[in-house]
């Protein structure tokens, strides 16, 4: 009976331990408009790349989605390189990050980025282009 009940109770941790993310920026709100790469098997999966420009003393807010009601992702300082992936309103669809985050080459089908570098939206006015 012992062991029955320790096999349920370890089954019972294991599944919650499974279900319950690292971080709470690991859980993907339904109203977050996730970033989208790709969709051309000639061109970059993101095609500009760019640099954070007129931040301030704080930075600017990396953002879930095109607009200042959407969550907070990250701060970025002056002078941090993004790729741009996307253009809505006045907002960028950017992925960044140090070392390559695989978006330089085509991806013939438009896809979520997943990593490995982070992604979100920025202010356009906020970002000057340096590339493409």
């Known amino acids: 009976m012992r062991r029955l009940l320790a096999s349920i109770l370890a089954a019972t941790l294991t599944a919650s331990m499974m279900t319950a993310p690292a971080f709470a920026d690991d859980i993907v709100d ?3 408009v996730l970033v989208e790469v790709g969709g051309d098997g000639q061109k970059a999966a993101c095609g500009e790349s760019g640099a954070i420009a007129g931040a301030g003393a704080d930075g600017i807010t990396v953002r879930r989605g095109p607009s200042d009601d959407y969550g ?3 701060q970025l300082k002056d002078g ?3 790729y741009i992936c996307e253009t809505r309103g006045g907002w960028l669809a950017v992925v960044y990050g140090d070392g390559e985050c695989g978006v330089s080459d085509p991806i013939p089908t438009r896809q979520t ?5 982070l992604s979100g939206w920025l202010p356009a006015d906020r970002v000057k282009v340096t590339a493409g």
Request: hydrophobic residues 15%; charged residues 15%.
């Open 30 to 32: 339904p109203h977050d």
């Open 72 to 74: 907070y992702v990250d």
């Open 80 to 82: 941090t390189s993004v």
């Open 113 to 117: 980025y997943n990593g490995p570098c």
